[in-house]
């Protein structure tokens, strides 16, 4: 009998929470920032919904820093010297220019990871083991920091950013905000690519990776990938096996292989098959080395991480920045709770035997009660497959 798996509770969707009661945020539309823009206007209300996640269970805190870019920050105009926020941050650039310098911006974007660890501290005091506490700096496509949003679609512009190279120099200036600050990278515990919609990109943030991501200051990391075609495959039409390899396969120098690969931002009723079709295209890589013993290529597997969407229905159209009724969905009636469904997929994928672990939470429109009630029906449910990383 395999071994049983533990599993971390993932926090969910951070902006369509601040978009909802009791927070009512109205993001600004001429902004590319979109929840990251709150480390400028209201770090309390991020740190709020961060304590709202920790409270209902989640082990795992993205940081939010999902839409953050240099470019986007740079482009923000500052706030002006009598702004003050509604939670009554107060702001206090006063004679300065309209937009922020690099400096400014490298500290924007590194203040989102302690604001992520002091949820945990709020709310289990500093003494608590580290060990179940884990924040994960999010690094959302290049497409979503664009505007329109293009991870969706993965038409990236201009032509160039469909390139390999466009996409490593992009996604290596980014990430070294955080990896060449010591205590902004000592304070983070695991780097999360995520919402991927093209294999040119996997294969970037791959490379940036084996350069940067070093010993003896290495992370564990993962590669999410979002998939909203019918037929399932990525934006740019990549079918499932093409994906995995491009996660997983040995690129030696030029690609670092990540500790976990998954799928977020994704329709609940296509993730089965989804993650059935992902275990099918590991195994097979695993496969290749035929030097390797079972045990061997038992330990060649990652984690899985999963985060699907809770729209039930709902379709974002990135040009109003709105929510819509799919007509489709609606004409299905009634959806299942998204908590039972999701339970179930984790509890069948255990009971196969393949992943290291699993890393289950939500996407957009998943809020801290669905995390709650996820955790406490896979804790109810009986089974030898698998266990909760934390009590």
Not at 263 to 270: L, Y
């Amino acid at each position: 009998m395999a071994a049983r798996i533990p599993i971390r509770f993932l926090d969910a969707g951070l902006g369509t929470t601040l978009e909802s009661p009791p927070h009512n945020a109205k993001f600004q539309t001429d902004s590319s920032l979109w929840s990251s823009d709150f480390l400028i206007t209201s770090p309390k209300t991020l740190s709020g919904v961060h304590q709202a996640f920790v409270k209902a269970g989640a082990d795992v805190l993205l940081t939010a820093t999902y839409q953050a870019s240099l470019e986007g920050f740079a482009a923000t105009k500052k706030p002006p010297p009598s702004y003050s926020s509604p939670n009554n941050d107060k702001l206090t650039a006063q004679d300065t220019p309209e937009t922020y310098g690099r400096d400014e911006v490298n500290a924007l974007m590194r203040s989102a990871v302690p604001l992520a660890r002091q949820a945990f501290s709020s709310i289990h005091g500093v003494e608590n083991k580290r060990a179940s506490q884990h924040v994960a700096l999010s690094l959302g496509a290049y497409g979503a920091t664009t505007r329109p949003s293009t991870e969706y679609s993965g038409d990236y512009k201009p032509p160039k950013m469909r390139a390999v190279e466009a996409l490593y120099e992009w996604h290596e200036e980014r990430f070294r905000v955080f990896r060449d600050d010591e205590a902004t990278w000592n304070d983070i515990d695991i780097v999360s690519f995520e919402t991927l919609p093209v294999l040119q990109e996997v294969q970037a943030v791959r490379r940036v990776m084996a350069k940067h991501n070093t010993a003896p200051h290495a992370k564990p990391w993962w590669i999410s990938c979002v998939f909203p075609n019918d037929d399932l495959t990525l934006p740019d039409g990549s079918p499932v096996s093409a994906v995995v390899e491009a996660m997983l396969a040995n690129r030696g120098d030029e690609g670092q292989r990540p500790w976990g690969i998954g799928i977020n931002c994704t329709d609940i009723k296509k993730l089965d098959e989804l993650i059935t079709q992902y275990e099918v295209a590991a195994q097979n890589i695993i496969d290749i080395d035929p030097s390797l013993d079972a045990s061997a290529k038992r330990a060649q597997w990652p984690w899985l991480v999963t985060y699907p969407d809770g729209a039930q229905g709902s379709v974002y159209n990135t040009e109003t920045q709105e929510w819509e009724i799919d007509p489709q969905m609606k004409a299905r009636g009634p959806q299942r709770p998204w908590h039972e469904e999701l339970a179930e997929i984790i509890k069948k994928t255990a009971e196969r035997g393949r992943w290291k672990g699993i890393v289950v939470g939500g996407c957009c429109k998943t809020t801290p009660d669905d995390i709650r009630k996820l955790r406490s029906q896979l804790a109810a449910i009986k089974s030898d497959a698998y266990f909760l990383e934390t009590g």
